[in-house]
C-alpha cells in the first residue's frame, strides 16, 4: 500500500521531472495527488523539504540494494557485480522521472542539501565497487585493478546515456515494436554490453 506521504512523492516526482523544481507548483502537486494542498505543508512543511525528501526517499532506495548484495556470501564478486549492473539498470529504467531529475540537478542544483545527497550516494557506489573489487583480486577472480572512480563512471554514464537516447535508437533501427517490448530487448542488450565491458575492465574469465 502507498501510504498518502509516498503518493505526494510520487505526484511531485512526475511533475519535477517534467517542470523542472521551479516549474511545479505546490498546487500543481496537490491536484496530481489528489489531496488538499494543505497536506504538503502538514507532511513536508514547504515545496523545498518535499524536493529533499523525495531526493532522499530514492538515494535511500538505491543505497539498500547496494548493501544487500555487499552481504551476500551464496555469490562470488563478479556475480555481485552482474547483480550491481541488473539492479542499477532496472531502476534507472523504472524510475526514468528520478533520474532525469538527478541529472538535471548534477548540472545546476544550488540546494546544499542535494548537493550532499548526491555526493554521498555517488560516494557510496565508488566504497561498493572498491570494496567488491578488492575482495575479487584478492581471491584472483579479478586480475586487472583499474581506477575506482572511472569504473563507477564507465557503469552509471553508459546507463544514463544510453537511456537518454533511448527513442533516438528505438527510430535508427526503424524499430515499431511496441514501447513496452523494445524497452525490455533494449535493457537487455544494455546490461550485456555493460558486462561485456567490465569483464574487460576488471580482467574476468568466465570458465577460469
Not at 524497452?183 to 570458465?207: A, F, R, V
Request: aromatic letters at 14%.
Amino acid at each position: 500500500m502507498v501510504s498518502k506521504e509516498e503518493n505526494i512523492l510520487f505526484a511531485a516526482e512526475k511533475l519535477f521531472a517534467e517542470k523542472g523544481f521551479e516549474g511545479t507548483s505546490t498546487r500543481e502537486i496537490s491536484k496530481a495527488a489528489n489531496v488538499n494542498i494543505s497536506m504538503i505543508s502538514y507532511y513536508f512543511g514547504s515545496k523545498e523539504k518535499l524536493y529533499e525528501k523525495l531526493v532522499e526517499y530514492r538515494m535511500n532506495e538505491g543505497q539498500f540494494f547496494a548493501r544487500d548484495i555487499l552481504e551476500r556470501t551464496d555469490i562470488n564478486e563478479w556475480q555481485k557485480i552482474e547483480k550491481i549492473v541488473d539492479q542499477f539498470s532496472g531502476r534507472v529504467r523504472h524510475h526514468k522521472c528520478f533520474y532525469r531529475i538527478m541529472q538535471r540537478e548534477q548540472l545546476h542544483t544550488e540546494n546544499p542539501q542535494i548537493v550532499e545527497f548526491l555526493k554521498q550516494t555517488k560516494m557510496g557506489f565508488i566504497s561498493m565497487y572498491s570494496q567488491v573489487l578488492e575482495s575479487g583480486l584478492k581471491k584472483g577472480i579479478f586480475t586487472k585493478n583499474p581506477p575506482i572512480y572511472l569504473l563507477h563512471a564507465t557503469v552509471s554514464g553508459t546507463l544514463f546515456y544510453a537511456s537518454n537516447a533511448k527513442e533516438m535508437y528505438k527510430e535508427f533501427l526503424n524499430d515499431t515494436e511496441d514501447d513496452e517490448v523494445f524497452d525490455e530487448k533494449y535493457y537487455t542488450e544494455l546490461n550485456k554490453h555493460i558486462k561485456y565491458l567490465l569483464k574487460d575492465l576488471l580482467g574476468y574469465e568466465e570458465n577460469k
